[in-house]
Structures are given as C-alpha cells and as structure tokens.
C-alpha cells in the first residue's frame, strides 16, 4: 500500500524560476512531513521537515506548505539553480518512530 | 563525526552466494534504519532497530533477508542466497530521537547481483 503520493515524476524548470513538488499521504497518524534531496551517488540528505501544527515553514529559497485537511503537502523552490538540479523525496512519518515512508521522488532539471 | 557509514560502496557477486552488507550509524543515536532504493520501487524501508533491538522488519521482502545489530555501533544486512532481483541500492541511516527528528544517511552499498 503507497502511503505517500509524489508529483511529478521529473519537471524541468529554467534557472531563475519555481519548483513545486506535491505529495499527498494518507495515514492521518503521520506528524512529520519532511523532504529529501538527493544527488547521484549519494545518499539523501535532509533538505527541510515540518510538523503540522504549522501550514508553512521556510529556509532560505525552500518552502514547505501544509495542509492538513487535504492531507497534501508541497515543496517550493524559489529562483531555482542548476545546483538544485537533483531528485528530491517527500516523506512521511511518526516522529516517535522516525520510520519514514517515502514518495516516489521527483527528479528536478535546472536548465541554466 | 564522519556520518553514517557503509561498507563496501559496490558489491558485485553471482546469484546464489550470500552477501553482507555492513553499517557503523552515528555515535550515539539510537535508531537505526536500513533502506532499499530502486527505480521501480523508490525508497523502501526493510527494517528498523531501537536500542540495538529490531522494532520492525515488515518491509524485508522474504527469509533471505536478515539483519542485525549485535551492538550500537555496527549493523549487518545479509542476503542468502542472493537473486538477480536483488539489486538494488540499499541505504542504513540513523537517528537520535531526542536530538532530532532527522535521520542521516550513509553513502549506500550499489548491489549487483548477476
């Protein structure tokens, strides 16, 4: 059972604009939300993480936006750079368990 | 701290022989996750220990998978015998939760099995 939706597969954007990247979950227990960015060969890494008793959260150039009612969650990047360029992850979990349960990823092309 | 470790970066072995992978997680976190990534499947979760003690192994796909955690610094992930549909990137990672919530990936064992 995929209890965490990702979207799009693979989006290229131009240097300078926004990514945004969805995810949708299911269990209504989860209570951390984070993302993870990932290069080739390596293994990811923490990019930003929320709680949702909060419907927005940002650093720097990223923002996650929250809604608990829809049970969706999103990802932003603003102004974009080719160094963004990587496969990013949504992720789901019970912060007491730290089991994450994650989408299918979304590989994100700056083009410069 | 040097991170999350994994060893070796690159397994190649012939279906049928055991593998065994190997992890030293972050000094002093206390739990410890051991991921598969593949292009058809994503990011899986096969088992998770706290405190050395294996809390959830739902996710190992069959018996010839094993795992454990003889102490807080080592981990071992073991296939017997290995299949060609086992190839797969697999990722330990570790956490400590009253630290933080993040949990820290080592650089992944690429397995191929042919």
Same mark, same amino acid.
């Given at each position: 059972?995929?209890?965490?939706?990702?979207?799009?597969?693979?989006?290229?954007?131009?240097?300078?604009?926004?990514?945004?990247?969805?995810?949708?979950?299911?269990?209504?227990?989860?209570?951390?939300?984070?993302?993870?960015?990932?290069?080739?060969?390596?293994?990811?890494?923490?990019?930003?993480?929320?709680?949702?008793?909060?419907?927005?959260?940002?650093?720097?150039?990223?923002?996650?936006?929250?809604?608990?009612?829809?049970?969706?969650?999103?990802?932003?990047?603003?102004?974009?750079?080719?160094?963004?360029?990587?496969?990013?992850?949504?992720?789901?979990?019970?912060?007491?368990?730290?089991?994450?349960?994650?989408?299918?990823?979304?590989?994100?092309?700056?083009?410069? | 701290?040097?991170?999350?470790?994994?060893?070796?970066?690159?397994?190649?072995?012939?279906?049928?022989?055991?593998?065994?992978?190997?992890?030293?997680?972050?000094?002093?976190?206390?739990?410890?996750?051991?991921?598969?990534?593949?292009?058809?499947?994503?990011?899986?979760?096969?088992?998770?220990?706290?405190?050395?003690?294996?809390?959830?192994?739902?996710?190992?796909? *069959?018996? @010839?998978? #094993? =795992?454990?955690?003889?102490? &807080? !610094?080592?981990?071992?992930?073991?296939?017997?015998?290995? *299949?060609? @549909?086992? #190839? =797969?990137?697999?990722?330990? &990672? !570790?956490?400590?939760?009253?630290?933080?919530?993040?949990?820290?990936?080592?650089?992944?064992?690429?397995?191929?099995?042919?």
């Amino acid at each position: 059972q995929q209890q965490v939706k990702q979207s799009p597969q693979s989006l290229i954007v131009q240097k300078g604009g926004i990514s945004i990247i969805n995810c949708a979950y299911e269990n209504t227990a989860f209570d951390y939300f984070p993302w993870y960015q990932q290069f080739p060969g390596k293994g990811p890494a923490l990019l930003i993480a929320i709680r949702p008793d909060v419907s927005e959260k940002k650093e720097g150039r990223f923002t996650i936006s929250f809604n608990k009612s829809a049970k969706q969650f999103s990802l932003h990047i603003m102004d974009s750079q080719p160094g963004d360029s990587a496969t990013y992850f949504c992720a789901a979990s019970k912060v007491y368990t730290g089991k994450l349960i994650f989408g299918q990823g979304t590989t994100l092309q700056v083009k410069p | 701290d040097a991170g999350v470790i994994q060893s070796p970066r690159h397994e190649v072995t012939e279906m049928g022989q055991e593998v065994t992978l190997r992890c030293k997680p972050i000094s002093g976190h206390d739990y410890l996750f051991w991921y598969r990534q593949t292009m058809m499947r994503g990011l899986e979760l096969l088992i998770y220990f706290n405190n050395n003690v294996p809390i959830d192994d739902s996710g190992m796909p *069959e018996d @010839r998978f #094993s =795992a454990k955690m003889p102490n &807080a !610094s080592f981990s071992t992930l073991k296939i017997q015998p290995s *299949e060609p @549909r086992d #190839s =797969a990137v697999y990722f330990c &990672a !570790s956490r400590h939760l009253q630290e933080r919530t993040e949990a820290f990936f080592g650089q992944g064992t690429r397995l191929t099995v042919v």
